[in-house]
């Protein structure tokens, strides 16, 4: 008997039709002779309503009681999908977090798990019950509600399944899988069968909206199997696992991109031991979270400082670096609001020099200027006009043959 | 420094500006030097809400996840109010009744608090904390959420009052007080300064709709002075103990009336022991609250049994009724719907037989016909056609001079 973790998130039961329809998928698993425990989102757009809600009360609502708040929304969709599988005659129970044993940091708002407490999940299970456990919240040793934060339900799912030795963590959403690019640019992106955690690490990171990079890195410390498949249809959907085969490291697995791109540059910054730490460290303190930074080479010791931040955060980033950069005898500041971001991603890329000499040469073939390039060891990225972000991600789909099969 | 616990209905905290209202009193409570634990129920129609979902799921829904989904509306309740609190510069917290230590049993839709572990709400407000606590709720051994079923808030507040040795318990609702009847029928009803607990209990059993009777059996048995006064204003309200004047025992406090009543005759039974039994334990068992009984004198051993239920469960009651009936060797059950009844309360009616004569005349003089009595020792109950309620309610006022000041 294999036990499975399954998550549906918020569009899986937006309401009592897709909650039914859940129920019997569950049921299915079940009957197939597992054990089965479901990690369950809020419904639709509750957490937004609920956050509006608090709007109505203060501006600036208390963090510990938003999450008081929030917790509502998987609280009541657990109880509607055990409602839902007993009326189908399936022994079900909810969990709440807290009943579920998840115990977290007292962050506030994104709360890291700590540990799980599975006492109550195993005796359920023993039970015979499927168990729905509230996604996205846990309780810190204080005894009190978090939630957390972004990505929190999928990172609930993969660490129940990591600390209940579970054959596989499912992850049922509104796409049906990991594809080698959006299928919404590119109509010939093809759905992967599997990819490896880190592969999947920067397709998340980098703008495919499947599965939250947080949940992956849990994965991937944990070597706990994932399937991204969709809710609403039973087509196979991707693997997330560490055991890729080795042949198909060694090539390009997907395009990501990225639309919520601004940049900086500090021009005319003195090239002097802690001008990087002087604005990079008042930037975090004001919880501006940077992605790429290039830093010219410099020439009579005078550089230009570049990096991207998402466009949300541009203003507060300007308003925060502007007295720095003047303070420290920089010339001006610039800011672009306009970007975006493309990448190619694929396993074996450091040690095939070739590839970005193939992404380079396939964008400039469009006649697309490259502003800032990043890589990593698995991913080149280059940060490009906003306008040009679909030609560039069908432009490299077509270069790197992501239409033909594995 | 006083210890005070309030509670707010779900009417007075129906929208954000409603519970910002109830903030602003909070706060005047605390300034006046108070420690202050609050007792909050779920926004306006919220429940009803929650189980509409649940009809959508299902027509029979399971009474555990029931409880877990209702829970959510005080849930949302109390974290916008401590937010309300909190963003007015107050120190406050909400608890969830798990998280107030509020032990029940496990009987799921009508849980009966066993216990109220008081730890965390005392280290709260050791902390200076206005402790905001869900109404309504509570946590069995097993770590269940369970809720308390109808006047559920009222007693969760009781309930703390009594623990925490509480000065008072203040109840604020849509209504000013205890009046001496229902004051849309009766316009020169008075609002009673206070009133004791006997008589209140008679009062709110007997249809007026201030306070459960449940939270006044839980005042009574620990000697909790309960305040009842409304949310919307500050009009004084009125104050229910056990030190009632004296002198004011000795006379009719207040009229209470119910439009819903129906009545059952078994016709024709057999006078034997067991009848009763035979009767009302399958009754009973179904889940029907049965009120006055009234048996006939029996005329050669021949005679007829009457009772009243709710007018929701006479359908339910006249399907368990008519087979036993028959099975008994009874001639014949009869029902009537439309009926309803008024109460005249007071202590000390007992012992002056007065009373009654004067309820009879009241209503003889308006040809209102009479179909069943009952007493208690400070209660005098007719059961009337329910079309002449308002004129008997009026006419009892009159005729016991309850619009004249104590």
């Known amino acids: 008997m294999a036990l499975i973790v399954q998550k549906y998130g918020g569009t899986s039961v937006a309401d009592a039709e897709k909650i039914k329809s859940v129920a019997r998928r ?15 989102s809020a419904m639709g757009d509750t957490t937004d309503a609920l956050m509006s809600l608090a709007a109505t009360i203060t501006e600036h609502p208390d963090m510990r009681e938003i999450d008081v708040l929030l917790s509502t ?34 962050t506030y708002r994104r709360a890291r798990i700590k540990q799980i407490d599975l006492r109550r999940i195993v005796s359920e299970l023993e039970k ?10 846990g309780i810190s040793e204080g005894e009190d ?16 399944a990591a600390s209940l030795k579970a054959e596989e963590c499912q992850i049922y959403t509104d796409v049906e ?35 939250h990079p947080r949940a992956v890195e849990v994965g991937e410390l944990f070597n706990v199997p994932v399937l991204v498949a969709s809710s609403f249809n039973d087509n196979p959907g991707t693997l997330i696992h ?16 990225d639309l919520d791109v601004a940049k900086i ?24 979270s940077i992605d790429t930074i290039v830093q010219n080479a410099s020439i009579e010791n005078i550089t230009d400082l570049t990096f991207t931040v998402a466009r949300s955060q541009l203003d507060g980033a300007m308003a925060v670096v502007e007295p720095i950069a003047r303070s420290i005898g920089a010339r001006e500041c610039v800011s672009d609001a306009r970007l975006g971001k493309v990448s190619i991603i694929g396993i074996g890329m450091q040690n095939a020099p070739g590839y970005a000499a193939r992404m380079f040469r396939a964008l400039s073939d469009k006649g697309i200027n490259i502003q800032l390039i990043s890589t990593s060891e698995i991913r080149i990225t280059c940060i490009i006009d906003e306008n040009r972000v679909k030609d560039a991600v069908r432009a490299l789909h077509r270069a790197f043959e992501l239409e033909t099969n594995d």
């Open 145 to 160: 509600i978090t939630t957390l934060g972004r990505g929190g339900s999928d990172t609930t799912a993969v660490a129940l």
């Open 128 to 137: 015979g019950n499927i168990v729905i456990v509230a996604g996205f919240q």
């Open 265 to 288: 540059t500090v021009v005319g910054v003195p090239d002097r031991p802690g001008i990087a730490a002087a604005i990079f460290v008042p930037l975090a303190d004001a919880g501006i």
């Open 242 to 257: 560490g055991e890729v085969a080795m042949e198909a490291g060694n090539k390009v697995r997907g395009i990501a991109h």
């Open 177 to 211: 899988g990991v594809y080698t690019a959006d299928p919404r640019l590119v109509p010939e992106a093809r759905k992967l069968d599997e990819i490896g955690y880190d592969e999947m690490l920067e397709m998340a990171s980098y703008g495919a909206r499947v599965m």
């Open 26 to 40: 569950i049921a299915r698993t079940k009957d197939a002779g597992n054990q089965v425990v479901v990690v369950v």
């Open 73 to 106: 929304g998987e609280q009541q969709s657990m109880a509607l999908l055990a409602m839902a599988l007993k009326s189908m005659g399936y022994p079900a129970i909810s969990l709440s977090g807290a009943q579920a044993g998840i115990r977290t940091d007292a």
